[in-house]
């Protein structure tokens, strides 16, 4: 007696642990998420980001772009009319949304230079999607806007504040402003918390790559 099981039973014991193994992979291939399948985005949205990533310099150095593109979260708000809008309604246009509120001081001087972001840039090919998270006192908002100069902007909001909340989850909105930059696939390329100049010729040259793809 050597103490150790025949080889036979060492051999089935082995089998029973491959096979064991096999199952499980096989289970939690079926039970994966779906929203992890839904993540992949296409191999031209890593190509888009690998192109703007030294573009993110100087006074666009705050604007983080993703080694790896993943699909936007489904956010949700309110058009001017109050009507429903998505992310997904821009899906085919290159869009800069941004989440700001009526008491945020960086918001106030950021607005002008996305004002004029839209009215130099915005087209069919791309959006500033500027959406207030304000849950209180909504009349501000108009007045907000209307002091800032806005006049090239759509009037987006979420007063909900639910898309703000969901990207505070996603570890993307410490604070605001909070602005991401979203390709024709619905593909996040890039994260900027805080104000940037988005006037500024560093931040035009990023957005002008952005938009072309």
Known sequence: MTGYP?????????????????AV??????????????????????????????????????????????????????????????????????????????????????????????AEAGDKDFEVVAV????????????FLDGAGVKALTRYADPSGDAFEALRKDGKALGLPVSLLIDKDGCEIGVAEGAIKWDSGDASALIGAFKRG
């Open 132 to 143: 207030n998270v304000d849950t209180a006192r909504l009349e501000r908002r108009g007045a």
């Open 6 to 22: 025949p080889r036979r039973l060492r051999l089935s014991v082995v089998l029973a642990v491959v096979a064991a193994v096999l």
């Open 25 to 118: 992979a096989v289970l939690y291939a079926t039970l994966k998420p779906p929203d992890k399948v839904a993540d992949a985005c296409p191999a031209a949205s890593k190509a888009l980001a690998a192109k703007l990533a030294p573009l993110a310099k100087g006074d666009a150095a705050a604007v983080a772009i993703a080694a790896e593109p993943r699909s936007a979260l489904a956010l949700t708000f309110e058009g001017p009319g109050g009507g429903k809008a998505s992310l997904a309604d821009f899906r085919g246009r290159a869009v800069l949304l941004n989440l700001w509120a009526t008491w945020c001081v960086p918001c106030r001087a950021e607005m002008p230079a996305l004002d004029k972001l839209q």
